[in-house]
């Protein structure tokens, strides 16, 4: 998988540098996109490796834009939601 595209760093490879996801699951990922042109974020979503707050800091991240941790109500919310996804990914692999 290439590093760049323009240049931005492919989403793919922002999500396996973040330790979201791994190589062999982007490559699954790229080969369902070619088959149903969706996009690649929205495909890692739908299948559970990924979660949307993770999706959205990856995004971010390939732009070079840093989101701002949450103030007031709520705060917390997005790494609960990080935490508890990846607490599924763990149980299911090792369930796999």
Do not use: S
């Not at 998988?1 to 989403?11: H, N, P, T, V, Y």
């Not at 559970?48 to 949450?70: F, H, K, N, S």
């Amino acid at each position: 998988m290439d590093k760049i595209c323009g240049e931005r760093a492919l989403l793919g490879r922002v999500l396996v540098e973040q330790g979201a996801v791994n190589d062999g699951q982007v490559e699954f990922a790229l080969r369902t996109q070619v088959e149903t042109g969706e996009r690649l974020g929205k495909i890692l979503v739908d299948l559970g490796l990924v979660c949307r707050p993770a999706l959205a800091r990856a995004l971010a991240g390939q732009l070079g834009v840093e989101l701002r941790e949450e103030r007031g109500f709520g705060t917390g919310l997005r790494a609960q939601i990080e935490r508890r996804h990846g607490y599924r990914r763990d149980v299911r692999a090792a369930t796999a």
